[in-house]
């Protein structure tokens, strides 16, 4: 059975354009990632390192690591929230 969905040539704009413009987007997008090399892709900032961050885990407490006056304008606005 056929639909009443025809190809029109020149193209129309319609309600649907912007979601056919998004979802060629995305499928270049996929296809560029998947053609070129993971390391281009680093070295261009295009993805993720792979190197693992160091966390410093020896931090002081919170209370400690800030001055008197700046914990107690914390201690202040929490008690203002509640």
Not at 1 to 27: E, R
Not at 48 to 70: C, G, H, I, T, Y
């Amino acid at each position: 059975m056929l639909a009443d969905h025809p190809i029109y040539m020149p193209p129309k704009i319609n309600q649907a354009s912007p979601l056919f413009i998004m979802c060629c987007t995305c499928v270049f997008i996929i296809v560029f990632t998947t053609i070129v090399p993971g390391d281009l892709l680093l070295q261009w900032g295009f993805s993720m390192s792979k190197d693992s961050l160091d966390v410093d885990e020896d931090l002081p407490n919170f209370f400690e690591a800030l001055q008197l006056s700046e914990a107690e304008k914390i201690i202040a606005e929490n008690r203002q929230m509640m």
